[in-house]
């Protein structure tokens, strides 16, 4: 049981580059999430999808777009990445979209933008 | 708007002490709490929960949190660490009409041998 996949695990661009971050789960979640992690200031999150075919901004979604392409997969696009993005990405997901219900996460995806 | 405070950005304690790491949030509404640990080079995983009932939570690892509603308080310990314990522990606080988690900013535990 794979839980929350993410890929890749590190990645570097240069500014102005593009790339989509890729997250899929197999426990048959309704909610998916996409959090960025910054030393000192715990989780923040970017974008959730609460159902498939539904996708809502976080906290900091500047500078992000995602695609909930089913119900397995969720996946986060910079369109053109600045330094100020460097940072620890994570997916998660949860059953419900109720704040009762535990997430799950995948391992994290460490992106440097130079 | 909540916020979550975990005091202590480092923790260090002696193999086999106890630990408490402490996190307090501000919410007049009924809440849940998590407490999250990860592990170096992971994702975070679900320590232990409070949604309701006995204020007392016992999560996995032996790790239990207490709730105390009149301090907003909701305090992780651990009678006796052991070097595995090493890791960033996170606290969240949702209320029950928010989806949304908000998170503390972490307390990482160092186990000295």
Same mark, same amino acid.
């Given at each position: 049981n794979a839980g929350v996949t993410q890929t890749p695990k590190f990645q570097v661009l240069k500014t102005g580059q593009s790339m989509t971050l890729q997250c899929a789960q197999?426990? %048959?979640?309704?909610s998916m999430y996409w959090y960025r992690q910054d030393p000192g200031m715990g989780l923040r999150l970017i974008y959730y999808s609460a159902s498939e075919g539904t996708t809502d901004k976080g906290e900091v979604p500047n500078g992000y777009n995602v695609s909930?392409? %089913? =119900?397995r997969e969720f996946s986060l696009r910079l369109e053109s990445a600045a330094p100020s993005q460097t940072s620890v990405y994570f997916c998660a997901s949860s059953e419900? =979209? /109720? /704040? %009762?219900s535990p997430l799950h996460f995948g391992n994290g995806t460490r992106l440097t933008v130079t | 708007a909540q916020s979550v405070t975990q005091l202590d950005s480092q923790v260090p304690v002696f193999e086999e002490a106890p630990v408490e790491l402490r996190c307090n949030y501000s919410s007049s509404v009924s809440v849940y709490l998590f407490w999250y640990v990860q592990y170096p080079n992971q994702g975070l995983q679900l320590l232990l929960k409070y949604? $309701?009932? $006995?204020t007392l939570v016992k999560g996995i690892n032996g790790f239990e949190a207490e709730f105390n509603k009149s301090q907003t308080s909701f305090h992780l310990r651990k009678p006796s660490v052991h070097i595995s314990d090493t890791a960033e522990y996170f606290c969240a606080v949702s209320d029950n009409s928010n989806y949304q988690l908000i998170w503390g900013a972490g307390t990482k535990l160092i186990i000295k041998p």
């Amino acid at each position: 049981n794979a839980g929350v996949t993410q890929t890749p695990k590190f990645q570097v661009l240069k500014t102005g580059q593009s790339m989509t971050l890729q997250c899929a789960q197999d426990m %048959n979640h309704n909610s998916m999430y996409w959090y960025r992690q910054d030393p000192g200031m715990g989780l923040r999150l970017i974008y959730y999808s609460a159902s498939e075919g539904t996708t809502d901004k976080g906290e900091v979604p500047n500078g992000y777009n995602v695609s909930r392409l %089913n =119900k397995r997969e969720f996946s986060l696009r910079l369109e053109s990445a600045a330094p100020s993005q460097t940072s620890v990405y994570f997916c998660a997901s949860s059953e419900e =979209k /109720g /704040g %009762n219900s535990p997430l799950h996460f995948g391992n994290g995806t460490r992106l440097t933008v130079t | 708007a909540q916020s979550v405070t975990q005091l202590d950005s480092q923790v260090p304690v002696f193999e086999e002490a106890p630990v408490e790491l402490r996190c307090n949030y501000s919410s007049s509404v009924s809440v849940y709490l998590f407490w999250y640990v990860q592990y170096p080079n992971q994702g975070l995983q679900l320590l232990l929960k409070y949604l $309701s009932g $006995s204020t007392l939570v016992k999560g996995i690892n032996g790790f239990e949190a207490e709730f105390n509603k009149s301090q907003t308080s909701f305090h992780l310990r651990k009678p006796s660490v052991h070097i595995s314990d090493t890791a960033e522990y996170f606290c969240a606080v949702s209320d029950n009409s928010n989806y949304q988690l908000i998170w503390g900013a972490g307390t990482k535990l160092i186990i000295k041998p």
